[in-house]
């Protein structure tokens, strides 16, 4: 019995070397994929998994309640993320992260003055925009502002997240203002804007209004996801996309369309949805999922 063993262990190292010959002849013979295909296969997570995501509260909590199995697997990711405008209301589903939403760096400044931040946030958007809600010099000159606001948010304990408007270019006599024979992206792109990202963690690109016109959607975030990564390599750079980009209703597929079209220049999607479009919504999801 003894002989015989070592006689089939002997055996072993030949039998091992035609098993891996045949493997190799096989790989080769079916095409120069197949070994990278079955590893990328076993290796790749899904999508919707990979990416950094930012809701509105009000927009996850709907999304939750229409799909509770969706909002697990975008927590199960690198990070997901709730924009709050009251320190109020109903709790946010698990492993959520609460961001408190300013729309200037003097409204930081001043919540940070009076311990008013809200409780247990440790992230600050800021989303500054051409409306009242952001400060007239904020508005003209919109880069050094976002820059306080990231190195207050810093100098707290605080991640910041920049979310500029791209009608910050059509404030009259701004420092960025959009020229005759500009497009507004051309103008937020020559202009710096996403050089604010410097010393920010998250940098988004307000891309929803362009999400239909893929070339321009493509230029846009191309554009001004290598200008922020040249100021700050370290950045993550998201784009905005819309279930209802300019107030107008569109598909689940018009919306993944976009977001592949852009994957290749981002690390993840801020959405913005409304109740009569979250089917739109969560079908998006549900395809990346």
């Known amino acids: 019995?003894?002989?015989q063993s070592l006689q089939v262990i002997a055996r072993r190292p030949q039998a091992i070397l035609v098993i891996s010959v045949t493997s190799v002849l096989i790989a080769l013979l079916l095409g120069p994929g197949f070994l990278s295909s079955r590893a990328a296969t076993s290796a790749q997570k899904p999508i919707l998994t990979r990416l950094y995501w930012i809701f509105y509260k009000e927009d996850i909590e709907r999304v939750n309640s229409f799909d509770p199995a969706i909002v697990q697997q975008l927590v199960s990711g690198p990070g997901t993320y709730a924009l709050e405008r009251s320190a109020f209301g109903p709790r946010l589903p698990s492993g959520v992260i609460p961001v408190e939403n300013f729309f200037s760096a003097a409204s930081l400044e001043q919540a940070i003055?009076?311990?008013?931040?809200?409780?247990?946030v440790k992230v600050v958007?800021?989303?500054?925009?051409?409306?009242r809600a952001t400060p007239g010099p904020e508005k003209v000159t919109p880069i050094p502002y976002m820059?306080?606001?990231a190195a207050a948010a810093n100098g707290h304990g605080l991640?910041?997240?920049l979310v500029p408007a791209r009608d910050l270019m059509r404030v009259p006599d701004g420092a960025c203002t959009q020229k005759p024979a500009e497009t507004i992206s051309q103008a937020y792109i020559s202009c710096g804007i996403p050089a604010a990202a410097a010393d920010s963690r998250?940098?988004?690109i307000q891309a929803a209004a362009v999400e239909t016109d893929l070339p321009a959607l493509r230029q846009l975030v191309s554009q001004g996801a290598?200008?922020?990564r040249r100021a700050n390599p370290n950045v993550i750079v998201l784009a905005t996309l819309s279930a209802a980009p300019n107030g107008a209703p569109v598909s689940y597929a018009a919306v993944d369309r976009a977001a592949r079209a852009v994957l290749p220049y981002v690390r993840g999607f801020e959405l913005n949805s409304e109740p009569?479009?979250?089917?739109a919504l969560v079908s998006f999801l549900r395809d990346l999922g």
């Open 276 to 279: 009569r479009n979250d089917r």
């Open 1 to 3: 019995m003894r002989g």
């Open 113 to 120: 003055g009076a311990h008013a931040v809200f409780p247990g």
């Open 147 to 149: 820059k306080k606001f």
């Open 226 to 228: 290598a200008e922020a």
């Open 202 to 204: 998250f940098f988004v």
């Open 159 to 161: 991640t910041p997240i």
């Open 125 to 131: 958007a800021e989303d500054p925009e051409y409306w």
